[in-house]
């Protein structure tokens, strides 16, 4: 174990599988060949918080997750395996949906501006009239109040007692605390004693439709249960880190993974701040020493293609999506875009723009569930442009800006052609805003300034990345059904396919640019499993045959919405596994949330029943009249999908950067999104399985999923155990009738070869003459023990079991 990670395994810890839990397969994660585990957020979190992303308190380790002492004993267990420690953080929002859990929200609540906390959470105090503004009810407050929904209580016990200080108001589930001196003598839900108690409260309620004109804090995304906190404060800073210190200084953690870093107000200054803190805290403890390493810190920075990582910004890399982009492409067939895109028109009635598509979305979100950060960035105009702009145009104009918006953020004054490039979109889509686009622009570029300009510009970059995300990754996603594989994070889906000379060139930048950032496939956030796009991506070698297979499909059940129902039959033909007795229920949830992400028919906030029941009749028309035309087709792509996932796994665990393996993904997973991909993993079964393997077992490529197990345990081990043959990065060409079929590359002493294209191949009647050109010496593949001479080697010999070679030099 070194200070830098060689690869991950996430573990998504929870009080199902606890830090005991996590901490009884470190040896299965030894024996895998894994090298850090990567452990899910682990900081107190909201009650029933199963990803662990809603922090209600910084300051400990989750009790229910194991709390400190569980911590120390995975801790433990990890280093008597060998294995280094990464951990993901949110120091971006914090979780208010129970606000008696978290207490700095409840303190400000309590005590409104006075509080000590009160610096700590992005509050428009101003706008709310000195209160926090609250829009959760189900109705308008006057409404609820006179149906007796909201009653008032003392506190439940004297502070003689040492009971509660505050009084509390409690709105079913919800609970506030009352602000000192305002409780009632006893509890009531009189409409005019509560009325009298709440007006003297630091927050206020509201409808929650209502939420775009009254929001006052600062969430992440559009999820109001999660309130974003000012990391860049040093108070707020030190008092929010000071576990996660805790666990460098006393040597229980090695590194960190930063969640949505483009949420906060200086993502550069927190990386070095949070540098700093690290290397002090290991320095004074028990085993650290001056001058020490700054420990391993990647983040969760969301690049567009050809974007590139912030160079300045104190981190070894991103978490991995922009590597899982290109290695899914370099795997499907460009000669597949024009029937898929031909059948993607049929359905929609028009050829769709994607670009276009997104600027639609973006600005839906920028109108609704965003309105709430647009005006916020209205109210911070600088002086120098109100009198030049109504807030209408200005808040038009912003919006229309956000949604041309082509990247996550940038981050000025690095980044300014970004928001020239908006400028110029925004203007071409609304000739009519050009005017306040040019006032808004350059006050945009100047970044900082003395008429308040710097807080304008910051506000407009804290929100380009929700415009993106909500209008991209969770709208257009869901509505542009072309080839659903392609619609992941941080990709474009309108970029069908990459050739192997492009993957090339992207994996040779990587390792020269980033060696240690992280390498992903599947993570808790990816929209499909890596084996499921895997599976999807053959669909690209037979457009006309999936055009004909869907309309038989249609026939038999259909929502009405032609893209909706591609991505639907996708999905379940992307994930169908016979075996699995809840893949309906899997299945039917996973419908309901496509359907509504997607807003065509239905959507979150205003479900529709009649369009839903389409939806969910799809579905199990899968499990009926639909079932044979279903496993047909699945019979059909299934090797090919196998094969795909296991030349994705290659090129990523032997490619440049550092392969993090999703748990569980060592088998097939055929998941979906969140929370699909979430499940438990049985790790008894790998556990046995792998213990075949290394007795000897050839498995084959088949529905167990061995020969991927086989695969990345082959890959993990060499990487850990044989660092210095992954020294560099070298193309190895093919040649023969079937070259473009394989992939192949030198990482300095362990060559990677991998099928693409697996239908194509067999249409061709296989690899024929088709060779990989080797260095001199004899190879030995690490999956089956053949060797072979170097020079011009048949892959027909070299790929005769599997679809995937790892080769090591055994003789000169």
Do not use: C
Not at 397 to 407: N, Q, R
């Amino acid at each position: 174990m070194g200070d830098k990670p060689v690869s991950t395994y996430r573990l998504q810890v929870r009080a199902e599988f606890d830090l005991d839990a996590a901490a009884s397969v470190t040896d299965y994660l030894r024996d895998l060949g894994v090298d850090w585990a990567y452990l899910a957020p682990i900081l107190q979190a909201s009650e029933g918080s199963a990803h662990g992303y809603g922090v209600v308190d910084p300051t400990k380790v989750d009790e229910a997750r194991g709390g400190a002492a569980g911590l120390a004993r995975f801790s433990a267990a990890a280093r008597d395996a060998g294995l280094g420690i990464l951990v993901d953080i949110v120091p971006n929002h914090q979780g208010v949906v129970a606000p008696e859990q978290n207490p700095w929200w409840w303190d400000v609540l309590a005590r409104g501006e006075a509080s000590v906390h009160a610096a700590s959470f992005d509050i428009d105090w101003a706008y709310g009239g000195g209160r926090v503004r609250l829009p959760i009810l189900g109705g308008e407050p006057d409404d609820v109040i006179a149906a007796g929904e909201i009653s008032v209580a003392p506190p439940a016990r004297s502070n003689e007692g040492g009971g509660d200080e505050f009084g509390t108001a409690r709105y079913y589930d919800l609970t506030l605390p009352l602000a000192p001196g305002t409780a009632p003598l006893h509890e009531t839900t009189d409409a005019a004693a509560v009325r009298d108690v709440l007006a003297r409260q630091h927050w206020e309620l509201g409808f929650w439709r209502r939420s775009p004109e009254l929001l006052n804090y600062r969430r992440f995304f559009t999820v109001t249960s999660l309130a974003g906190v000012r990391v860049e404060l040093p108070d707020v800073f030190d008092a929010s880190h000071v576990e996660v210190i805790r666990w460098f200084r006393e040597g229980l953690v090695d590194g960190l993974r930063i969640d949505h870093p483009d949420g906060l107000a200086d993502p550069g200054g927190y990386l070095d701040r949070l540098g700093d803190a690290l290397v002090a805290a290991q320095a004074s403890g028990a085993a650290g020493a001056a001058g020490a390493a700054r420990p391993y810190v990647v983040v969760e920075k969301i690049l567009e293609p050809g974007e590139q990582l912030p160079g300045w910004w104190a981190t070894e890399g991103t978490t991995g999506y922009d590597a899982l982009g290109g290695i899914d492409r370099v795997l499907v067939d460009p000669a597949g875009e024009p029937g898929l895109t031909d059948l993607d028109t049929e359905l929609r009635g028009e050829r769709a723009d994607w670009h276009a598509m997104t600027a639609g979305t973006k600005r839906d979100i920028a109108d609704t569930s965003q309105a709430a950060e647009v005006g916020r960035i209205v109210r911070n105009l600088p002086a120098s442009a109100q009198g030049a702009l109504t807030a209408d145009a200005a808040r038009d104009a912003i919006a229309e800006l956000l949604a041309a918006f082509a990247v996550y953020r940038a981050y000025l004054p690095a980044g300014a052609e970004h928001v020239t490039a908006a400028a110029q979109a925004a203007r071409a889509r609304r000739p009519d805003l050009a005017d306040a686009i040019a006032v808004l622009t350059p006050l945009l570029l100047e970044g900082s300034g003395s008429d308040g300009s710097g807080e304008f510009t910051r506000r407009f970059m804290q929100t380009t990345g929700p415009v993106m995300a909500k209008g991209v990754e969770d709208r257009a996603f869901y509505r542009y059904s072309r080839l659903t594989s392609l619609n992941e994070v941080g990709a474009d889906p309108g970029q069908f396919a990459l050739s192997v000379a492009g993957l090339h060139d992207a994996l040779a930048r990587r390792a020269a640019s980033w060696p240690h950032a992280l390498t992903a496939l599947t993570t808790h956030d990816t929209k499909r499993s890596e084996d499921t796009r895997a599976r999807l991506a053959v669909l690209a070698e037979m457009p006309a045959r999936w055009t004909a297979v869907l309309a038989q499909l249609r026939e038999i059940a259909s929502t009405g919405d032609g893209p909706l129902d591609n991505l639907l039959w996708q999905a379940i033909i992307g994930a169908w596994a016979p075996d699995d007795a809840g893949l309906e229920e899997r299945l039917q949830g996973y419908a309901e949330k496509a359907a509504r992400e997607g807003g065509v028919g239905t959507t979150w906030e205003d479900p529709d029943e009649a369009f839903e029941g389409r939806v969910h009749a799809l579905v199990s028309s899968a499990f009926g009249a639909a079932r044979g035309i279903v496993d047909d087709i699945v019979r059909e792509i299934a090797d090919a999908g196998w094969s795909n996932g296991l030349a994705a796994k290659l090129l990523q665990i032997t490619g440049p950067g550092v392969p993090d393996v999703y748990q569980g993904t060592e088998l097939w997973d055929l998941s979906l999104v969140d929370p699909d991909n979430r499940r438990p993993v049985d790790y008894a079964a790998r556990r046995t399985l792998l213990a075949r393997i290394d007795d000897g077992w050839q498995p084959p490529v088949d529905a167990s999923g061995a020969a991927k197990l086989l695969l990345v345990s082959r890959a993990l081990r060499l990487r850990r155990d044989r660092p210095d043959l992954f020294t560099r990065y070298t193309p190895l060409e093919t040649a023969g009738s079937a070259s473009e079929h394989a992939i192949a590359f030198d990482r300095g002493g362990a060559v990677a070869i991998a099928t693409r294209l697996p239908l194509g191949l067999v249409g061709r009647g296989n690899w024929g003459d088709t060779v990989v050109m080797l260095p001199a010496g004899t190879w030995r593949d690490e999956l089956t023990g053949r060797e072979v001479a170097g020079g011009a080697a048949r892959l027909a010999e070299v790929l005769a079991d599997y679809p995937v070679a790892l080769l090591v030099r055994s003789a000169p």
